[in-house]
């Protein structure tokens, strides 16, 4: 690519701080190195016409974890890992709402329910309620975040979803509108924003930074953060993250829909919630985590019909409804879920692994990452 004159002065030159990603952590990151840094050029450039991965197509869902999620995680992983993600994720959420008010995101504070079609699944998560909320007050200072719910299971429409725990701190959100607030707030500080370019490699001499963009094209900068998340082994090999891709559907408006909040099943495999009258329904990528582990942006015939089933017999049964979109987003996972933020050469950062809570952890993670590029 041969960019005249102007082009290059006005968006390619004396750039102090490269943003590879323009989702959550990416624009967070920006803004907050901005703030600190008023005088410097801030370039953000992303592959997508819009924020690509799952910055604008997650589920909205304001969570810091279910009592059966975060009992699995404990079997996977060590103890004081599992509780200081869950402590970054609460921060998130609250570095999030302080950065954008709630209105400009249409913030919900509608609790989060994790749903049970067994006695046996509830129990053994019912059993951990005390303790785990005993360890909530330790590292959140929040009173009886885990409460179980009676209730919700009986006023709607479920059929199979006989139990209910309730997390009372937990909310929704509305992702476009989120997303569309950082963009405008970003670009207001005069931080620059490019879309449709792609970064094939980076490369740090220990003086300067060079960023080779599609067409041959090249651009230097001081310092440069990755926040791809799910597409970082594209740029960083051999990092300890795998792409993980989430399908989502959902229905065109359902007559007097009575679901009010955020849903969890199956140690959160599977997530609903009403958006406008409708229902929004992910998940699935237990039934094939091979098939998943992929940053190709389709639905596959195997998880829609579950997500259909699951919607039919369990959430909106003897309802009439017909399914207006079904989209996928790619998340970034690996063997812990707590978040990667490193340096990995002397100017540049990484600030990857979300872990399918990008929503909650994002924020804190892109303040995180300004730190560290503050201190190069």
């Not at 399908?247 to 408006?253: R, Y």
Request: charged share 20%; hydrophobic share 40%; proline share 2%.
């Amino acid at each position: 690519m041969q960019l005249s004159y102007w082009e290059y002065q006005t968006y390619f030159s004396k750039v102090d701080l490269l943003v590879v990603g323009s989702g959550i952590v990416g624009l967070n990151a920006a803004l907050a190195y901005k703030k600190k840094h008023p005088k410097s050029t801030v370039l953000v450039v992303e592959r997508g016409f819009l924020p690509n991965g799952a910055s604008t197509k997650n589920a909205g869902f304001c969570c810091f974890g279910s009592v059966s999620e975060l009992a699995d995680d404990l079997r996977h992983s060590a103890e004081n890992a599992v509780w200081d993600t869950v402590r970054m994720r609460y921060q998130g959420l609250k570095t999030l709402r302080k950065r954008i008010p709630d209105l400009q995101m249409n913030y919900e504070h509608s609790g989060g329910y994790e749903v049970f079609d067994t006695k046996k699944d509830f129990e053994a998560s019912a059993d951990l309620i005390s303790s785990f909320n005993k360890k909530m007050k330790e590292i959140l200072g929040l009173n009886r975040v885990y409460v179980v719910d009676a209730k919700k299971t009986q006023n709607s429409f479920f059929s199979g979803f006989k139990y209910c725990i309730k997390n009372q701190y937990e909310g929704q959100l509305n992702t476009g509108m989120m997303m569309q607030t950082l963009l405008n707030k970003a670009r207001k500080k005069g931080i620059i924003i490019l879309n449709g370019l792609l970064v094939e490699k980076i490369q740090d001499n220990g003086r300067a930074v060079e960023i080779c963009l599609q067409n041959k094209l090249i651009v230097s900068s001081k310092k440069a953060l990755i926040a791809t998340n799910g597409f970082a082994q594209q740029l960083i090999p051999g990092i300890e993250l795998k792409p993980a891709r989430a399908q989502v559907l959902v229905t065109a408006p359902i007559k007097k829909l009575k679901i009010k909040g955020s849903f969890h099943y199956q140690q959160g495999y599977y997530y609903f919630r009403n958006i406008d009258n409708r229902i929004l329904l992910g998940g699935g990528r237990n039934l094939d985590f091979a098939g998943e582990t992929s940053t190709d942006m389709h639905t596959t015939r195997l998880i829609q019909q579950k997500l259909e089933q699951l919607l039919q017999n369990n959430i909106v049964p003897k309802q009439s409804y017909t399914i207006e979109q079904r989209w996928s987003g790619i998340m970034g996972v690996g063997n812990e879920k707590k978040p990667i933020v490193t340096k990995i050469s002397p100017n540049v950062v990484c600030a990857v692994r979300m872990g399918g809570m990008g929503v909650a952890i994002g924020s804190l993670v892109g303040d995180m990452a300004a730190e560290m590029l503050d201190e190069i």
